[in-house]
Structure formats: structure tokens, C-alpha cells
């Protein structure tokens, strides 16, 4: 063989070596014929390289090196999982990435990807799904009102605007809607509920109100209720209003009467008597404006000394008696 034959002979060597070394790379690269690879955009708008069939890599780290069109740089890592698959995301959504590469442990070779770029994904519209009505619960007396207000939310929780307002009660007062708010005023005593609906839909909002009657008052209490005392004393009587439950009441017009027996003087829920004859008698107290009274007994005796004078007066009286009878009127014996 002439020396021009063994130099083609020797290339052709080398070009087979290399050819063969090649597929041998790629068949251990690619793994198998079902092998796959891409650049994939995430449900939430990111990015992503995404391989599966990669066999010859299990549970291998795959490191993905990206660079925006600013030739700002961007790296993750992840692993395949045990038959040569993994998506592995990076970057943001809306970001053009010129260059991608996806390089895995053990392997030289990177994966490349060029021009990726996922757009952000599309909210999806805004739609009416609850109502809060505020306050959701109140207690209140009759004759007192209250301002609701409506407040709409989407299916984020985020305010949606209530366009098509409908109040109603279900009894216990009356309502005065105004857009999003509604004024109650309570008229009876008792459990009710306040329902704002939006025109169209189903949705409603529910608000509870619990109604009491206000304080009445329903008695008054003198104290102290009886006392007894003798003539020329004084007694400081103190009404106290009640209501229908028992609790203290304001009496703001109470009036002070007394039957007799004494002098009295008021002064507000307060009133100071003072006996000045013996006997049994009572103390009045009226709220203005109404029939309602508290009662004190009051007993009043005479002073020892009065009492002292007069049996001495009777004593004088009868011995006086009987000396004049002993004097003048008696017979005269001859």
C-alpha cells in the first residue's frame, strides 16, 4: 500500500472512532428512544425545563442555568426522580430568557434552550360569591336604631361592588335601605334577623338583632319601710326607683306626702320628717307622671316627759278631787 492509501486508511480509522464515539455519547445522553426534553410554561406563568425517559440519570441533580435578554442570570436545581424525570422551573413570568441551559450531574454536554418565555397567566374575571353585612350581630332596646352596612367579596375575598341591593327583616322593627346600608329601628322586643340580597343572584348576607324593652319603672322602695318614733324626732326617708327587673331606676320628679302627723321636707329622692304629734301615720313618695308610689310607715309616741305630765296632771287632779271633797263636799256629821 503506497503511502497516500495509508495516510486515507489511517483517516478513515480516526473518522469511524469519532463517529462511533458519538453515538455512544448520545445513546448514553438520551437514555432511550422515548426520551423527551423542552422548555414548558407553569400554571402559575413561570418557565420551566422539562425532561422525562433521561433512564442513565436517576435521582441525578440537574442545575438550570438561565440568562435574560439583559444577560441578567438566573439558577435552580433540582433532581430527576428515579426513572429520568424531572420539571424543573426558573425565572418569572413575562421574562424573555435568550439563553437556557439545563446541565446534568455526570454529564458534560448541557441541554440548550433558546428564546423561552412564558407569559404571566390570566386572572379570571372578578364574580360576587359572599356578602358580610356589619355589624353581624347587635343588641338593642326598643325604640333605639342601627346602621347596616353590605359589603360584597369575590372569589379572592377582595370587596366587590354591590350594584343591585335588596334589605329586608324579618319583622321586629322598621327599615330604611340606602344603598349598602339600611337604618333599623326596633319597635318590639324579641330575635330578628336583617338579610341583604344582590339583585340577580343568590348570594345573601345575615345580620342578627336581639331587641329588649328599655328600662320601665315598675316600683319604689321607701327606706327605712317602718320606723317608730316619739314626738320631736326627725327620720331622713330615701326612696329607690326599681325597674322590671329588679334593677335600680332614676326617679327624676318624686313627690313627698305625709297622711299627718308631722312636718315633712324633701329634697330630691331624700325627705326629712318630723313628728310632731303622737299617732300612726305614712310617707308618700310619687314618681311625677305616673301612679307609681313607695310607702313608709311611721309610728309616733309621745315623750317621756309629756307622758310624766300627764299622770302627774291626772295625779294632781284626782288629789285636788278629793281634798275639795273632803273640804266641801262631804256630809257633815251633827
Wanted: glycine residues 12%; aromatic residues 8%; charged residues 10%.
Amino acid at each position: 500500500m503506497n503511502p497516500v492509501s495509508r495516510r486515507l486508511s489511517h483517516i478513515a480509522k480516526i473518522i469511524f472512532a469519532l463517529s462511533l464515539a458519538a453515538v455512544l455519547t448520545l445513546a448514553l445522553f438520551f437514555g432511550s428512544a422515548s426520551a423527551n426534553f423542552g422548555a414548558v410554561c407553569q400554571p402559575d406563568g413561570r418557565p420551566a425545563v422539562q425532561i422525562e425517559g433521561f433512564t442513565p440519570f436517576p435521582n441525578r441533580e440537574v442545575t438550570i442555568i438561565a440568562f435574560d435578554q439583559y444577560g441578567k442570570e438566573t439558577r435552580t436545581k433540582g433532581k430527576f426522580d428515579a426513572q429520568g424525570n424531572g420539571t424543573f422551573p426558573f425565572g418569572e413570568p413575562g421574562v424573555l430568557y435568550t439563553d437556557v441551559f439545563a446541565k446534568i450531574e455526570g454529564s458534560n454536554e448541557p441541554l440548550v434552550f433558546k428564546n423561552v418565555k412564558c407569559d404571566a397567566p390570566q386572572k379570571p374575571p372578578s364574580q360576587l360569591t359572599a356578602i358580610d353585612v356589619a355589624p353581624p350581630s347587635v343588641s338593642m332596646q326598643v325604640g333605639e336604631q342601627q346602621v347596616f352596612t353590605a359589603t360584597g367579596r369575590d372569589q379572592n375575598g377582595n370587596p366587590y361592588t354591590l350594584s343591585n341591593p335588596t334589605w329586608t327583616t324579618s319583622g321586629g322593627g322598621t327599615l330604611a335601605p340606602s344603598g349598602t346600608t339600611a337604618t333599623y329601628t326596633a319597635t318590639q322586643a324579641g330575635d330578628f334577623t336583617i338579610t341583604y340580597g344582590e339583585g340577580g343572584t343568590t348570594i345573601q348576607g345575615t345580620a342578627t338583632i336581639h331587641t329588649t324593652t328599655p328600662p320601665q319603672l315598675t316600683a319604689i322602695d321607701v327606706a327605712p319601710p317602718s320606723v317608730s318614733m316619739q314626738v320631736g324626732e326627725q327620720q331622713v326617708f330615701t326612696a329607690t326607683g326599681r325597674d322590671q327587673n329588679g334593677n335600680p331606676y332614676t326617679l327624676s320628679n318624686p313627690t313627698w306626702t305625709t297622711s299627718g302627723g308631722g312636718t315633712l321636707t324633701p329634697s330630691g329622692t331624700t325627705a326629712t320628717y318630723t313628728a310632731t304629734q303622737a299617732g300612726d301615720f305614712t310617707i308618700t313618695v310619687t314618681q311625677g307622671g305616673t301612679g307609681i308610689q313607695g310607702i313608709a310607715k311611721v309610728q309616733v309616741k309621745p315623750t317621756e316627759t309629756s307622758a310624766l305630765w300627764i299622770v302627774g296632771g291626772v295625779l294632781a287632779l284626782g288629789i285636788a278631787a278629793g281634798a275639795g271633797y273632803w273640804l266641801w263636799g262631804r256630809p257633815k256629821v251633827d
